[in-house]
């Protein structure tokens, strides 16, 4: 029993030697500085009635609703190299479409958003493209 005790006080001694040197090492080490000189800012939003209507937003300069579920939306500001982000949302208690619902986001010229609104798990003629409430975003650098 004596010898388990000095082997085991043995191993608690290197634990702790080489526990100090790489506690000693990585003190000393350089520290390191991130800086973030980008910054983020939100361009433009909208809060789209599914008729197209504006309901809110900033930075919009005008809505083109062409076609069920098919808007062109054009804002004040350039959208190269910005994130363009795009949810429906509800049409209150009277929301038309069970199921899934999607919402696709793309960049048609330096400042115009084609969005397209669908419910594809809907019955019925409008299947695929449905006339959805929804809201963008654009945050540019």
Known sequence: MNGSRKLTF?????ALTVGGAVAVSSASAEPTVTSRTAMTTTTAWAKIAANGQVLGGQGITGINKFGIG???ITTAAGLNGCALLGTINTNGGNDPGPGSSSILVGQVNGNTLFIRTATPSAGGSAAVDSDRPFSITVVCP
């Open 70 to 72: 098919r808007y062109n």
């Open 10 to 14: 043995a191993a608690a001694a290197l």
